[in-house]
Structures are given as structure tokens and as C-alpha cells.
């Protein structure tokens, strides 16, 4: 089994899991204004994205163009993975490859202190991505779980299902996992933004000085 493989009442079973729905993550968050760079970047790419419309146009032209921008704007400090091998415990089927990883390490060899995963919606489907985003995040957990000293300990792990143009985002916390009632639309960049930029700072480990939770 691999990550793509779960459904969500496997993994309710297997991981002890309880699913929380229509939950209001994020509240109050500051809107971040893109770059002009990426403004003109999406400019050109989003209706190409659209006009292609498969999940690798809207990955590359998309999803991708937004986290870098985002690793910019945390000067370097931060990772994104794409398309990475992320096996944690392949008896568990914690194992596959992920579409996107933001981690709190800026070491780009290796996949240290993941925070986020990032799941592209199939069909253009969210739900489609629930469970795969679900198990890629207990993967995320662990393996913090397994590293580091306790004051290292990141206190939670996030997750987003997006077709590019709609994102939709979790919050996994011990065995329970919080799924946000609304969705975000591209139009609202700079409220997309602002919610991963939030996850950056909130998640970030003691020692690196991260913000409260709100």
C-alpha cells in the first residue's frame, strides 16, 4: 500500500483517527501580497493552466510558482519538495511519492521537519485527494515524531488539497484531523498566501522561535 492507496475509513482504522468537519482553521489571518514576480508569472501561466487543463500543467504553471514565491519571502529558510520519494514506514504503507512538501529545514537534499503536504486534486475533484493528503500528513508526523529533541517538536501538520485554482486545507494534531469548512480560490491569492505563510510561522519549532498558535 502507498499513500494513494488509503481511504479515509482505512485509515480511521489503521491510525485511530478522528475526523473533524467544517472547522474553522484559520481565523483572522493577514492577507500576504504576492511579488510583482509572481503576479506576472501567473499572469501568463493561469490561463495556460486552464487551457491545458491536467493536473501536471496546473502543478508546474500553478501550485509551484505560489510555494516558491512563498520560500522567497522566508528568505530561503524553508523547503519545497516536489514529486519526492517520501517513504517513512512501508509496513504501515507510509510510503510513495508526494506532489508538494513545505519543510522547516532549508536542507534540499534530504526531506527534514516537513510541516505541510500538498495533494493535487484528481479530476478536479477535491475530495478526491482527502485521504492521500490525510496519509501523507500522519507520514509528516511521524517522522518529526522520530527526530530530534523534544524541544524540536513541530506541534502540528498541515495539509492541502488543490486543483491549482481551489485549495482546501487540514490540520492533523495528535490522531485528530481537522478538516476546514470553506474552500480558497485563486482570486483570493493573497488569502492563500496568508494561510501558508501562517502555517510557516505557527509551526515552526521551538527553536526557531515560531509564533503562537492562534
Same mark, same amino acid.
Given at each position: 500500500m502507498s499513500y494513494s492507496e488509503f481511504t479515509l475509513e482505512e485509515l480511521k482504522s489503521q491510525f485511530n483517527l478522528t475526523i473533524q468537519e467544517q472547522v474553522a482553521l484559520f481565523q483572522a489571518i493577514k492577507p500576504v501580497k =504576492?511579488? =510583482?514576480l509572481l503576479r506576472d508569472i501567473l499572469e501568463e501561466n493561469i490561463p495556460l493552466a486552464l487551457g491545458v487543463d491536467t493536473e501536471k500543467a496546473r502543478s508546474e504553471l500553478i501550485v509551484a510558482p505560489i510555494l516558491v514565491d512563498l520560500r522567497k519571502s522566508f528568505q530561503r529558510q524553508i523547503s519545497i519538495f516536489s514529486g519526492s520519494e517520501f517513504t517513512v514506514d512501508k509496513s504501515r504503507g507510509l510510503n510513495g511519492r508526494c506532489d508538494f512538501i513545505i519543510s522547516h529545514s532549508p536542507e534540499l537534499l534530504s526531506i527534514n521537519a516537513p510541516v505541510v503536504t500538498i495533494v493535487e486534486a484528481k479530476n478536479d475533484n477535491i475530495k478526491s485527494?482527502?485521504?492521500?493528503?490525510?496519509a501523507e500528513m500522519i507520514a509528516a508526523q511521524v517522522l518529526n515524531q522520530n527526530s530530534g529533541p523534544k524541544n524540536r517538536e513541530i506541534p502540528c501538520i498541515y495539509g492541502s488539497v488543490t486543483t491549482g485554482s481551489i485549495w482546501k486545507f487540514l490540520r492533523l494534531e495528535a490522531t485528530t484531523v481537522y478538516i476546514e469548512q470553506? !474552500?480558497?480560490y485563486l482570486e483570493?491569492? !493573497?488569502s492563500i498566501l496568508g494561510i501558508l505563510s501562517y502555517i510557516v510561522r505557527t509551526t515552526r519549532p521551538n527553536y526557531?522561535?515560531?509564533? $503562537? $498558535?492562534?
Open positions: =504576492p511579488s =510583482p485527494g482527502m485521504a492521500q493528503c490525510i470553506g !474552500e480558497h483570493n491569492l !493573497e526557531l522561535g515560531g509564533d $503562537k $498558535k492562534q
